[in-house]
């Protein structure tokens, strides 16, 4: 099995390939920025400002914005749920 430094980061956003690399031909800086600015995509993808998405998802509106600046990063697991929960939520049509 390969060591999880190998598997290509692949982020998905209403179907749309975002970025497809190797974790280990990216700084952690580099990371942080790509995760930050995929977050925001998907928030931009429901027009909701950030206190309203903070608020739809129940997360706190300081932790999502320090995301979105890149004070801190997003885990990857929960990036990916939100990516999930916008699509689902968009093809039903309750955003």
Do not use: C, H
């Not at 706190?60 to 916008?86: C, F, H």
């Amino acid at each position: 099995m390969a060591n999880k430094e190998s598997f290509d980061l692949e982020y998905i956003a209403n179907g749309v390939t975002i970025e497809n690399e190797k974790k280990a031909d990216m700084d952690e800086a580099r990371k942080k920025r790509m995760l930050a600015s995929t977050f925001v995509m998907v928030r931009n993808q429901t027009g909701m400002n950030r206190k309203d998405f903070a608020a739809w998802l129940g997360i706190p509106y300081r932790t999502m914005q320090d995301w979105e600046r890149g004070v801190s990063q997003v885990p990857e697991y929960v990036l990916r749920l939100v990516a999930y929960k916008v699509l689902m939520e968009k093809e039903r049509g309750n955003i």
